[in-house]
């Protein structure tokens, strides 16, 4: 069984969901995941894990992702992308360059931001695209995002129906790229959807790192697929490293605490660090804890390879 962090690159039309599942047969290794969705229509940076990485993904920094985006203006979509009903149109708009950076501005920072109806966010219990798929519409709550940056590639002076545009996005997780194209189609008053999507980044993982599928079933069929993956270390390296003394180590494997005093990593309590190996492997995720008398790492995850 293989361990790590693989980074896909995946191809339009295929769900995150149908791409784990061709992993497991590519690979034949059932324990594979995957970080976080990427729209079905969305290409580029999936990040998966193999074997115990699977168990490292929420302690992974994945808070900030960046995405190269097409819209459309003048035509705003059911679904908020081109995959939906058009259900207005705006033909004799005309947008100027300032108006469309002025709106712009207006979506970044720290706003608030409603889920579209196709989405995978639950609603007691009911994902919120099989209550669009009903005709249902329920209400949402606004989550807040950060938007740090939106950029419009090759600015035109002026925009006029049905104009395809380029916009590379920085943002936080769990933005929702579509529907802040549709909501800068709304704050300028003419409508708009996302056309395209790729993912150029998700953490650390950039596009650079990504493979296609094809490419992993080639580097599988010639025996070099530990070429593409990146161990679980380096998914946690923005956590302390610690290397437990060999007397420790039995103890560690089956969640006992180590010492502080034997191991003064940090000073702040709640601090997480991983725990090494000679070989580097990441034994566990600590978490400094305060025993009151005592400081001590509290093992909160812990990996079996």
């Known amino acids: ?49 193999l074997g ?6 929420q302690y992974m920094d994945e808070a900030v992702k960046i995405y190269r985006a097409e819209l459309t203006l003048g035509q705003t979509t059911d679904t908020q992308d081109a995959t939906g009903r058009i259900i207005d149109t705006q033909p004799d708009m005309r947008i100027h360059r300032d108006q469309l950076e002025q709106a712009i501005g207006r979506l970044t920072g720290e706003i608030h931001q409603v889920p579209p109806m196709f989405s995978a966010v639950k609603l007691h219990g009911q994902k919120l695209y099989d209550l669009a798929r009903q005709g249902l519409e329920v209400e949402r709550e606004a989550r807040p995002i950060k938007v740090y940056h939106w950029q419009i590639v090759d600015p035109q002076s002026e925009y006029t129906y049905a104009t395809q545009l380029t916009c590379e996005i920085t943002c936080s997780k769990g933005t929702y790229i579509r529907t802040l194209i549709h909501d800068l189609g709304q704050t300028l008053g003419c409508g708009a959807h996302m056309s395209a999507l790729i993912r150029l980044r998700s953490g ?4 650079e790192d990504a493979v296609s599928l094809s490419g992993v079933a080639e580097y599988f069929a010639a025996g070099r697929i530990e070429e593409l993956l990146f161990s679980i270390n380096t998914a946690l390296s923005h956590f302390i490293p610690i290397w437990p003394q060999n007397e420790d180590l039995p103890k560690l494997v089956h969640g006992g605490k180590l010492s502080f005093d034997r191991y003064p990593a940090s000073q702040n309590i709640g601090t997480l660090a991983r725990a090494l190996d000679n070989d580097s492997r990441v034994l566990a995720v600590l978490r400094l804890e305060d025993g009151g008398t005592h400081r001590y790492w509290q093992p909160v995850k812990v990996f079996h390879y």
């Not at 069984?1 to 690979?27: T, Y």
């Not at 115990?52 to 993904?57: D, E, H, L, P």
Request: aromatic residues 6%; charged residues 15%; without cysteine.
């Open 1 to 49: 069984m293989w361990h790590g962090i693989l980074v896909v690159n995946k191809e339009r039309g295929m769900s995150s969901h149908q791409v784990v599942a061709k992993l497991r047969r590519i690979l034949g290794q059932s324990e594979i995941g995957h970080s976080g969705t990427l729209d079905p229509e969305a290409t580029g940076v999936l990040v998966v894990g």
């Open 52 to 57: 115990q990485a699977t168990r490292s993904f």
């Open 204 to 207: 650390p993982f950039s596009l």
